[in-house]
């Protein structure tokens, strides 16, 4: 089956870095890959959607400047965590459609970020 | 409004029991898609089950299968047979459109399923 690859699986960080998130579809290209975000015992919420070539589509609330997401290729797209702060620690995870619309979102390993 | 609603946030099972998942959704779109996906403590999201709107049967997919019931609204996931390997959070999804676009899924709140041996 489709496979999504994600990196890295965690990460520490100090408060101000920025740390960058990549999601990869490795046996498909990946036109549309979504972002969320879950806090723990919590839901996935939809941090944005990431379309190949284009500009993300951000949901309500979700600040662009500090979530930069980049989709260069039908292969990866990149998350990236920008001056993060301690608020910002949550497990983030990715899903990918293939081509043709695919019904099944295919979904990476997640990444759990920790800033001190 | 809330589209996707778990009222379960537990469940207990028994080893070799039949168990359910329930999960009611609001959409005034006619035409959507219905998962439900599994999280173990690793935290991946394993697909399990998809129903679309217009599908005229139940979806099943081996022990898993899907009570679809349009007019009430409800695509409660009935697990049967719970292995120890079932215990994790399940989270039903829903996409409004059926195909195409970049449809996104909101999912519920999740559902902690415990299986007891």
């Known amino acids: 089956g489709a496979v999504v690859s994600q990196h890295p699986s965690w990460v520490i960080c100090k408060s101000g870095t920025s740390v960058k998130i990549e999601c990869r579809s490795l046996d498909f290209q990946a036109t549309t890959m979504f972002w969320y975000r879950q806090f723990p015992k919590q839901s996935l919420m939809l941090m944005a959607t990431s379309n190949e070539g284009s500009k993300a589509t951000y949901e309500q609330g979700v600040e662009k400047d500090k979530f930069l997401i980049n989709h260069a290729s039908l292969t990866l797209s990149t998350l990236t965590v920008t001056s993060a702060h301690p608020e910002d620690s949550s497990f983030y995870i990715c899903s990918a459609r293939g081509l043709g619309g695919n019904e099944k979102l295919f979904f990476g390993s997640g990444t759990q970020l920790s800033v001190l | 409004a809330q589209k996707i609603t778990q009222t379960q946030p537990g469940m207990f099972v028994q080893e070799k029991e039949a168990v359910t998942l329930d999960c009611t959704y609001d959409?005034?779109?006619?035409?959507?898609?219905l998962f439900w996906y599994k999280q173990p403590s690793s935290g991946e999201m394993i697909f399990l089950i998809y129903q679309g709107s217009y599908d005229q049967q139940n979806a099943t997919e081996g022990r898993y299968s899907l009570n679809f019931q349009k007019a009430r609204k409800s695509a409660n996931l009935v697990i049967s047979a719970s292995q120890l390997g079932d215990s994790a959070m399940y989270f039903c999804?829903?996409?409004?459109?059926?195909?195409?676009?970049?449809?996104?899924?909101?999912f519920g709140a999740g559902t902690r399923l415990a299986v007891h041996p």
């Open positions: 999804a829903m996409r409004e459109g059926i195909s195409g676009g970049y449809n996104k899924l909101i």
């Open positions: 959409t005034s779109d006619p035409s959507y898609g």
